[in-house]
Nanobody, 123 residues
Framework: VQLQASGGGLVQAGGSLRLSCAAS????????VGWFRQAPGKEREGVSF??????FYADAVKGRFTISRDNAKNTVYLQMNSLKPEDTAVYYC???????????????????WGKGTLVTVSS
């Protein structure tokens, strides 16, 4: 099982980026996949989660970020619009085999993690 996050980069505030999480060794429509981020000096936090058609977002990104899934490409995306400097972080994707949806932010449920991709938003 592997997850590979990509698509990060440097963008000005108000801009957009689309992150990709390419999965191998499992089908993304069989598992929950979450996006997390870790800003400098801060703890890693949940950003978004998708499973069986349900989508969840952290309050800080609701209305600006959209999670989606392409089963044919076995990839989960995170479309990030109206980016803010406080969105600057390393973004990770991870797989959760089973979890109560209300606990999607609980990182202990995630058994496989990809290497992160850095998103830098300049003001």
């Amino acid at each position: 099982v592997q997850l590979q996050a990509s698509g990060g980069g440097l963008v000005q505030a108000g801009g957009s980026l689309r992150l990709s999480c390419a999965a191998s060794g499992f089908a993304v429509d069989d598992y929950g996949v979450g996006w997390f981020r870790q800003a400098p000096g801060k703890e890693r936090e949940g950003v978004s989660f998708i499973n069986v058609g349900r989508k969840f977002y952290a309050d800080a990104v609701k209305g600006r970020f959209t999670i989606s899934r392409d089963n044919a490409k076995n990839t989960v995306y995170l479309q990030m619009n109206s980016l803010k400097p406080e969105d600057t972080a390393v973004y990770y994707c991870a797989r959760a085999p089973r979890l109560p949806f209300s606990l999607w932010r609980a990182q202990s449920y995630y058994t496989y993690w990809g290497k992160g991709t850095l998103v830098t938003v300049s003001s």
